[in-house]
């Protein structure tokens, strides 16, 4: 065709002004432009489309049928954009949820790609940080949505819970404690610790009750994660305190007794938290959703 949807538009703005100079102004080209494009389609049909006034432009019989036809190429051709635009790739966008280690290494790595698989618009940015930064971060604004403790004060933000995340301690085989299957932390604030790093906020949290009951803490040694304080404990240099399901998933790989640890601080939750669950966009209200269904409550 000797034509474009350009000089389709051009009549629509000529039939609509009666003017082929404001038509002209409306599709932003010259007079002279436009007056050559309505002079090749009326050389294409090999008929007359307006006729020439001093005050306008007027539709002769072959015009109006053109407008008509125009009119319903345009709708046709704004329908087809519409229906093809959700076969054009999108770029991805990308969540960013901020956990805690326990929620990291323990939860997350099972629920994260079945989410993904289902979403393949979205990218998800795990930011890993202590559970106070985290609290801070989504104080302040900075984060969005993030995992934290139960243990640190989030009154002031919305919180649904996400999963039971309690502490257990373990201990070598052949340890003292290797018969108990219950106690309080001070029965074992006299023996060696193996411990997380000092500005791991687990670790504080530990240390903060040892102090409440009068103690400080012995550590042997410290090491950045629990898989590095399982295989110690493993073979016979002290105990430890973790997370319940991280000594349930290293207990197929080291040999160490788990003693559950009475008293609320020890019997934490994991909360998904935001300052307003209402006002989060609606990709990161169907990721928090997703999370929630899919919580390990009863683990």
């Not at 065709?1 to 000529?14: G, N, P, V, W």
């Not at 307006?50 to 002769?60: D, P, Q």
């Not at 219950?182 to 687990?202: E, K, R, T, V």
Request: charged letters at 15%.
């Amino acid at each position: 065709m000797r034509f474009d949807f350009f000089d389709i538009q051009l009549l629509q703005h000529i039939v609509t002004t009666g003017s082929l100079t404001k038509g002209a102004e409306r599709s932003a080209i010259s007079l002279q432009a436009a007056s050559e494009r309505i002079k090749k389609l009326e050389q294409y049909f090999d008929t007359p489309l307006f006729i020439r006034h001093s005050t306008g432009v007027e539709l002769t019989s072959a015009g109006h049928a053109l407008a008509e036809h125009a009119r319903l190429l345009l709708v046709q051709k704004q329908q087809l954009e519409q229906d093809m635009q959700r076969f054009r790739q999108q770029v991805p966008e990308s969540l960013t949820l901020w956990c805690n280690s326990s929620a990291q290494s323990e939860y997350l790595p099972t629920l994260l790609p079945q989410y993904l698989m289902h979403h393949p618009e979205i990218n998800i940015d795990l930011h890993e940080a202590e559970s106070s930064d985290i609290v801070a971060a989504l104080t302040k604004g900075i984060a969005k949505l993030g995992l934290v403790s139960s243990f640190f004060d989030t009154q002031h933000l919305q919180t649904q819970e996400f999963a039971s995340d309690p502490l257990v301690l373990i201990c070598p085989a052949a340890h003292a404690l290797q018969h108990s299957e219950q106690l309080n932390l001070l029965d074992a604030l006299n023996y060696g610790f193996i411990g997380l790093m000092p500005h791991h906020s687990l670790q504080q949290s530990i240390e903060t009750q040892a102090k409440l009951l009068g103690f400080n803490i012995q550590y042997r040694l410290r090491l950045p994660n629990f898989s590095a304080i399982a295989e110690v404990v493993d073979q016979g240099v002290g105990i430890a305190i973790m997370p319940a399901r991280a000594a349930q998933r290293l207990q197929a790989d080291y040999h160490f007794h788990t003693v559950q640890l009475r008293g609320a601080w020890a019997n934490r939750k994991l909360l998904l938290a935001t300052q307003d669950f209402n006002q989060l966009s609606l990709n990161y209200q169907q990721f928090a959703e997703f999370l929630l269904q899919h919580r390990p409550l009863s683990e």
